[in-house]
């Protein structure tokens, strides 16, 4: 099936229901979710059809409530898939997910996936909880018929519901008003409902019943392309106990704090398929050029080969590889991920035989797994720091570990992996007293964008040490939230160092500003102010454009007063260099 007709499964899987906002457990619920389509497709006058079904035991479960918002989460169970009659793996449906509503207007404000999924993949599960919502219909009077305007991934269209009883609701999709164009898709002209409706039967925590088909026709505006897409879509609640081998119900009830699943378990690879032996894949990988070898066949060569990965430390100490093959190497060692690699790269990094300048891409190459190290190897690292014998050269390599295990966390956000480290970060912060070490510490937090900390960080804005401060600083600004804003206000006005003051303008600007406080960087912008912390307030102002639409207005009068050649580039940046 091509991926522009499972675009258009995904956007047409919206029928709907019903979910209540119980945070009670007791709402936690399942039931059998089925979804088919039949397409048609005619592409330069080639006909083909394709026909998808998509089955699972469909897990409900009420999460973290709050004043202005609540999350509820949703897992297909065991699902499968079935592309043209022949059963397909599809791991990523099984990935728990959760939907953030608002509390006054029941609309959808944010997502969050149990794994990092490429984005059409989100689609697949966003058009899936689609499927079930009508939270918004909870604030509208239904005693009557009602008309309303929504969107799917296709476009803008009217929609009507009718209650039958307390219970049941009937829901017809009448027409479109307005197509969304996809960046990687052909131009549409307004999609044609030809048939939709559904009825869905409520219990008092979600939905007990929904069934319904939906007939769309799809032209392009060349008329070159043209789809019929036919659906079912059937959910019935079951009364058997919420299968417990079922992730979501494992999960925390705040969705920002969800573990993520491994990628090797959502998008599963092959088996390996290696060379005979440690020496052959030694022989052929020095016989490469690896500099300029193709990509996708590197990749797949130590894919392959991930069993004999330990090997090339010692052909490394060798000499067997130049430096471009070695830059190259570390690279897809990183990005391949496995345990092999992981071990290569750390034991790399630790061997004093090797020439440093190797020994740091190693530390960088790390930067790029998804996976997370092993106790051992994470303990392995952290060690280093705290030993009182380094050279200087060991120390440098030793700051840089610590601000790539910030990373590390950073890539595996949330997960018990993720939290031990940024743990660790933040121990060793609080107990050394060497300021190098705590200036590097603060960056590796500030790199792992992990808020549970940044109450420690806070301190730092108050330490004699201006550099502390900066770094401080910065650290806040790679987690923007309210409470590190306000952190970064309160010692504006304060700071009198301008490197560290740039830095908290530079930090500020990372979050969305009041008017107020885009009034007090504005203020840094005058001639008045520094050179440095101009152009720190010009380029944190500039990073409001997207949510106000009066800062190139606010900008534009500095052009005039300004001398500076340097700060004049970065107003211009700042003014027309999105356009």
């Not at 030809?194 to 060349?222: H, M, P, R």
């Not at 923007?480 to 306000?486: A, F, I, M, V």
Request: charged fraction near 20%.
């Amino acid at each position: 099936m091509s991926r522009l007709t499972l675009f258009m499964v995904s956007a047409l899987t919206l029928p709907f229901g019903s979910v209540s906002a119980s945070a009670n457990d007791n709402c936690t619920s399942w039931g059998n979710f089925t979804t088919s389509a039949s397409t048609q497709m005619t592409t330069l006058n080639s006909p083909s059809n394709n026909r998808l079904s998509i089955s699972g035991a469909l897990v409900y479960r009420p999460l973290l409530r709050t004043e202005k918002a609540y999350w509820l989460g949703l897992q297909l169970h065991k699902a499968t898939l079935s592309v043209d009659s022949n059963t397909a793996k599809s791991p990523f449906y099984q990935v728990p997910f959760a939907v953030k509503i608002g509390a006054q207007s029941g609309q959808i404000l944010a997502y969050h996936f149990a794994a990092k999924l490429k984005s059409e993949d989100e689609q697949k599960l966003i058009a899936l909880y689609q499927a079930m919502h009508i939270e918004h219909l909870k604030h509208l009077d239904l005693t009557v018929p009602v008309t309303v305007e929504e969107n799917d991934n296709m476009g803008r269209y009217k929609v009507r519901y009718e209650r039958v009883d307390n219970t049941s609701l009937i829901r017809q999709k009448l027409v479109y008003l307005q197509t969304t164009q996809g960046s990687n898709l052909f131009n549409f002209k307004l999609p044609e409902v030809k048939a939709d409706t559904f009825n869905i039967q409520q219990n008092a925590c979600w939905i007990s019943l929904l069934e319904g088909e939906n007939k769309t026709y799809v032209e392009s505006e060349k008329g070159d392309i043209r789809i019929n897409v036919q659906q079912q879509v059937s959910y019935k609640t079951s009364q058997q106990p919420v299968p417990s081998e079922a992730l979501l119900l494992t999960l925390p009830l705040d969705p920002k704090k969800w573990p993520m699943l491994p990628s090797s378990v959502v998008y599963p690879k092959p088996a390996p398929n290696p060379l005979q032996d440690v020496q052959t894949f030694i022989n052929t990988l020095t016989a490469l050029d690896l500099a300029s070898l193709d990509e996708k066949t590197l990749e797949q060569l130590l894919y392959d080969n991930q069993a004999y990965l330990l090997s090339l430390q010692q052909a490394i100490r060798d000499g067997l590889f130049n430096d471009k093959a070695l830059s190259r190497l570390f690279l897809k060692l990183g990005q391949n991920d496995s345990t092999n690699a992981h071990q290569l790269l750390v034991d790399l990094y630790l061997d004093g035989e090797i020439a440093p300048k190797q020994r740091f891409r190693s530390l960088m190459a790390l930067k790029y797994i998804q996976n997370p190290l092993s106790e051992k190897l994470a303990e392995q690292i952290f060690s280093q720091l705290d030993s009182t014998e380094l050279s200087d050269e060991e120390q440098l390599l030793s700051r840089s570990a610590m601000m790539v295990m910030g990373v590390i966390a950073h890539n595996q956000s949330g997960s018990d992996f993720a939290h031990k480290v940024t743990d660790t970060l933040a121990d060793k912060l609080i107990t050394t007293r060497d300021q190098q070490k705590q200036a590097t510490l603060l960056n590796a937090l500030g790199n792992s964008r992990d808020m549970r900390h940044q109450d420690n960080i806070n301190k730092y804005m108050s330490d004699d040490n201006a550099e502390l401060r900066r770094r401080a600083a910065e650290a806040l600004g790679k987690m923007p939230n309210p409470q590190s804003l306000k952190m970064l206000e309160t010692h504006l006005g304060s700071e009198q160092n301008n490197k560290a003051k740039s830095a908290i303008l530079e930090a500020m600007g990372n979050n969305k500003l009041s008017h107020r406080q885009l009034d007090t960087l504005m203020a840094y912008t005058q001639k008045s102010a520094s050179k440095s912390l101009r152009l720190s307030a010009i380029n944190a102002v500039a990073k409001q454009q997207s949510d106000d639409v009066d800062v190139k207005s606010k900008l534009k009068p500095l052009l005039k007063k300004e001398r500076d050649q340097e700060v004049l580039r970065a107003l211009m940046q700042a003014i027309h260099g999105g356009n």
